[in-house]
């Protein structure tokens, strides 16, 4: 199941930001569909979501590493799977 979100406006793009750093930090783990609908683009709030909605594309493209240990005390045990951009957008 996929997830849409709508934003319409600078308000729209600023909550649009907060959805991207909800879904970098793992509260997404389906696709994320977006659109950003902003008739005033000179005002800059809709490139700012644009720019951040790229890096967050760049860093979820990035290899996550697998089957990484956690160094322990006494011995090492494996650390959980990735949790962190989970959702493609």
Do not use: K, W
Not at 44 to 53: F, K, P, Q, V
């Amino acid at each position: 199941m996929a997830h849409y979100f709508i934003g319409v406006g600078g308000t729209g793009a600023r909550c649009m930001e907060a959805v991207l750093y909800l879904a970098a930090c793992g509260l997404f783990t389906e696709n994320l569909h977006i659109l950003l609908i902003d008739p005033d683009a000179n005002n800059g709030n809709s490139s700012g979501a644009e720019g951040l909605m790229e890096y967050y594309y760049q860093v979820h493209r990035e290899r996550q590493p697998r089957n990484a240990h956690l160094p322990g005390r006494f011995r090492t045990r494996p650390a959980p799977p990735p949790v962190l951009f989970q959702a493609r957008i």
